[in-house]
């Protein structure tokens, strides 16, 4: 073999080794069809990120429980008859205007009384009443066996033989009515004998007449000035 062919045979060999290495197999030996596959590419970048979706409707709300059963009866209650308990429950404080206040109440109900010895007109003592949250006093008037109660314990100890009391026919003439809405009537109205008895005298006073010691109800003109009875609820 001629020198120039042993160098081209030996150059066919390097460049057929040459392809074997770059596509593994010969390049003679796939057909025209088949599609010669690289190694795989670098992953890429991360996409945007979608924006954040609408929240949905508030779920409905469940049915409703069923009604309970009706609860056991408690036990009554155990009066306690203690001098302090006692103490605390006849006497209560209202500190407005720098001043004590006692109010004298009785614990069979809810009404404090206190008996103001300054001499004031009938509207004078009610707004007077009102500023220590209370009122010219209608229940205690009212209620016979508390009225009898109030006058032994607050009016009589007091010496005071005037006071006004919450009852007038201001806005219709002899029509009375208590300042808490209750119609007067013979029943719940202690009238001293032939009272009411004057056209011009339109409020109403809880008076000792010649020191009657019942104290009785008189009406009287408005203007006057007398000591007053206020009452409060507790």
Same mark, same amino acid.
């Given at each position: 073999m001629s020198e120039m062919l042993r160098y081209m045979v030996i150059m066919v060999l390097i460049?057929?080794?040459?392809l074997h290495l770059v596509h593994g197999h010969c390049c003679c030996d796939h057909d025209e069809k088949e599609q010669i596959i690289?190694?795989?590419?670098?992953?890429?970048k991360a996409g945007i990120r979608g924006s954040q979706g609408n929240a949905g409707?508030?779920?409905r709300g469940g049915r409703n429980g069923m009604v309970g059963g009706k609860g056991v009866k408690g036990e009554p209650g155990v009066c306690d008859c203690s001098e302090s308990t006692t103490s605390q429950k006849r006497m209560a404080y209202d500190l407005s205007m720098n001043r004590d206040w006692t109010w @004298?109440?009785?614990?069979?109900? @809810?009404y404090g009384y206190k008996l103001f010895k300054e001499e004031k007109t009938y509207q004078q003592a009610m707004a007077a009443c009102e500023a220590v949250r209370a009122t010219l006093a209608c229940?205690?008037? #009212?209620?016979?066996a508390l009225r009898e109660r109030v006058k $032994?314990?607050?009016?009589?100890?007091?010496?005071?033989t005037r006071m006004?009391?919450?009852? &007038? &026919?201001?806005? #219709?003439?002899?029509? *009375?009515?208590?300042?808490?809405?209750?119609?007067?009537? #013979?029943?719940?109205?202690?009238w001293y004998r032939n009272e009411p008895s004057s056209a011009t005298e339109r409020c109403v006073e809880l008076w000792n007449y010649h020191?009657? @010691?019942? *104290?009785?109800?008189? &009406?009287? $003109?408005? @203007?006057?000035?007398?000591? *007053?009875?206020?009452e409060k609820i507790y």
């Open positions: 460049y057929e080794s040459f690289g190694p795989p590419g670098r992953p890429g409707e508030p779920g @004298i109440f009785h614990g069979s109900n @809810i229940v205690g008037m #009212r209620v016979p $032994a314990e607050v009016v009589r100890p007091s010496g005071s006004w009391i919450g009852l &007038d &026919d201001l806005e #219709r003439m002899n029509h *009375y009515v208590w300042l808490d809405g209750v119609v007067s009537n #013979r029943e719940n109205t202690d020191e009657h @010691i019942s *104290y009785t109800l008189n &009406d009287s $003109a408005c @203007i006057k000035t007398f000591h *007053y009875l206020c």
